[in-house]
């Protein structure tokens, strides 16, 4: 059982980043995927929901930059983010709920500057 996050980088203020988030061994298609973001000194922020039955939540902070999607059948979710600016840099997180479980990845940094 393994979450695996991608896709991070360095952008520019203004770009667009995908990140993806690939499950082994977790029956991800009953999942519900969040995204987390963590900024250094600041505590850890939800950005993205995405239930089993592809209803996405969005806090005010990301909505309408931020674009989460899942395909069952490779088990993996995405995040699109656009218009990204310097508040966006942080180590993204996926998560995966099933039922009582929570499944977590490492990370995968993101780093938005000129």
């Known amino acids: 059982e393994q979450l695996v996050e991608s896709g991070g980088g360095l952008v520019q203020p203004g770009g667009s980043l995908r990140l993806s988030c690939a499950a082994y061994?977790?029956?991800?298609?009953?999942?519900?995927v969040n995204w987390y973001r963590q900024a250094p000194d600041k505590e850890r922020e939800m950005i993205a929901t995405i239930t089993s039955n592809g209803i996405t939540r969005y806090p005010d902070s990301v909505k309408g930059r931020f674009t989460i999607s899942r395909d069952d059948a490779n088990n993996t979710a995405y995040l699109q983010m656009d218009r990204l600016t310097p508040e966006d840099t942080a180590l993204y997180h996926c998560n995966l709920q099933l039922g009582n479980r929570n499944y977590w990845g490492p990370g995968t940094p993101v780093t938005v500057s000129s």
């Open positions: 061994g977790i029956i991800f298609k009953m999942s519900w």
